[in-house]
Structures are given as C-alpha cells and as structure tokens.
C-alpha cells in the first residue's frame, strides 16, 4: 500500500525557559543514522525557519527528549536529550537540558510509565546524556502532573506550579572533570584577536566563562544587541572551539562548529549591574549576585539554561573562577546565587561540601502544550 508519511505519537512541553518535542523510546528507531532522520524531519531541520516541523527556528525549541522506563534502581525514567539544529542536519547527543529535564516527569506520569501519588510525587530521571541522576517533585492530582501554579519564572508568560529540579553530583558531566584543564582560569590566544581569560567549569554541562570587557561588551547587553554584532559573536565561536579542543570534546579546533556545536556552552559574567530586560523592566544589582549571559548554538541564548545555572553555580563555590571573583560578598557566604541573566534574577542552589558539589537545584515550572502526533514524510528518510 502507498505511503506517503508514517505517524510518531509525540507530546510538546515547555519546561522552564525552553520548549521541546518528548518521544516515548519506544516510539522511535534504535539510535544512530535513521533515529536522527526521523527527529530532524520532525523538527523541519535543517532550515531556518523549520516552516515543514514542528521546530521552533531556535536553539530554545529545537530540543527532542527521549524517555523510557528505566532498568536502574535509583530511577524511575531513562532521559535522553538531543540538541536539533537549526539550519544543520545534525543532533547533538553530548549534553543536557536542564530547562527540559523539568518536563520528564510530566510526559513519563502522563504516559503511565510510574504510578503518582498525590499530593507530590518526585521522579527519579537518569539522563542518558551526562551520566547523572535528577530529581524533579511535582503537584499530582487525579493521576495527572499538574502545571497551574503561582510561581513565576522570568523569561515565561503568566505562572505555574513550583517544581524543583536538583541535579545529584552534577561535576563532570561531559569532561569527567569539575575543572577539565585543572585550572580555575586558562588564557586563551586567537590569532589576530589576542589572549582571553576564561575560566572552564563542568557541572551539568561544561561552560567556558568570559569576561565581557575582554570581548568588548560591558555584560549587561541582551541577546538580540549581541546577536547584531556578528564579529563578536565569531570571537565567541572562536573561543568556544578552541576551549572544546583544549577539553578533549573535539580533536580539533576548526571542527568544533560542526561536530559539537552544542558543547561545551560559553558565556560571559561579571560583577551586579543594573540593567533592563527585554521587557524594558529595570533590573536592579541589588537583587542579582552576578550578571550573566550564555551561548548556544553559535547564537546567544534568549534567557539562561538550567545546566548552565547549576554549573554557574558550582563555579560560584571555587575560589579564583571567574564566577568567584565577579559574585557578590552575599552570594560567597551563601548557598544560594541569583543570577542576572537577560529576563531577571534566576536562583541556583549548590550544595557543596569539602570541594565537592553534591548537588545543584533550580525551581521551574512547566506544561504540557499539545498531545497528538507527528507526521514524518517518507521522502525525508
């Protein structure tokens, strides 16, 4: 019989400040070549506008998660995650997303993949990606993951319910390192550019830390200003690749946009500062521990991701990282840190004893925004 496109159930959930499309495991084919043409046909990628998808033509809403029952005694669910590019046909499988991670638990209680109990039910995820286990506890009623709430979470419209999301021994999540070069700071040369200070942390994934003075920015830019300065934006990718050599994530530098577009994230930090939000709303430093702002996909990234938080975070607790030195005196003797990142104040809580980062949590809210399926044309295979 004639066939022009298959069906893939599929569920979209926006978890914290990003949005995703969630598969059941079995769902899809066996990893490798044919999984990857199947989600990049879902998304529409690559294209920029991802018009014949269901992407969203951003690195924000082009993310697949992937879940399944897990085999582990200290979880419930296996999580993978996949980065779809944009304008490329590739997923990257290195990392994390932590603003999705906050949505596992809604899709597996929604699929029936763990009996809930009411009133709160925490769900154990094993992320495939990274190694790690996190927890995500949330409101259930009747069955059912419940989103409506009265927390607030700068970058998304109205409220939610409060989730909070804890990563468990998040050090080394790609590198197998907390501090992959060993070092609190390194200098980076790019010819033609200079030397740049960066500090490389990996907690929930590895971020490569700038100073903004040093790349000509003051900090409190938003992401669309630095977006229409592509020089700079160049100098970051150029950075970014060559710390993704120096951190063994790719063999060689001039490869790093195509094979780990993705990983490691890069970002510049520096010390409270007032600035508006897209919204035009003053952010006062009196209210934010430090000013923040990162990169994904050769692009900057619209609010702050959750993994970058908690790995801002553990940056936070060593002495001589560039997060340490730009940090308020409140945040040193605090376990808490409320980041400056684009939209408003962002918490990240790090436990951290004995040099060692137990654990880093975030509060986020999500929902689910559509429960159907997906049709892949049988062309794009």
Known sequence: MYREAFTIP????????????????????????????????????????????LGGANSLTSKVCIIGPSNREDADVDYTFGQVSVDKAIVDWKGNCGNLSSGVGIFAINNNLLKPVEPETTVRIYNTNTDKIIHVTYPVRDGRALSNGDYRIPGVPGTGARLIVKFFEPSGSITGKLLPTGNVKDIIEVSGHGRFTVSIVDAGNPVVFLKPNEIGLKGTELPTEVESMPEVLKLIESIRSIAAEMIGIVKDRSLATSTSPAYPKIGFVSEPQDYKNPEGALIKKENVDITARLCSMQKMHRAYMVTGAICTGAASKIPGTLVYEAMSKRARESDTLLIGMPYGPMEVITDERKGQIISGGVYRTARQILDGSVFIPESRL
């Open 10 to 53: 599929c569920s979209i959930i926006r978890g914290g400040t990003s949005k995703g499309i969630y598969f059941l495991e079995n769902s899809l084919p066996a990893p490798g070549p044919m999984r990857d043409k199947v989600i990049l046909a879902a998304f529409g990628s690559p294209d920029q506008r991802q018009i014949d998808g």
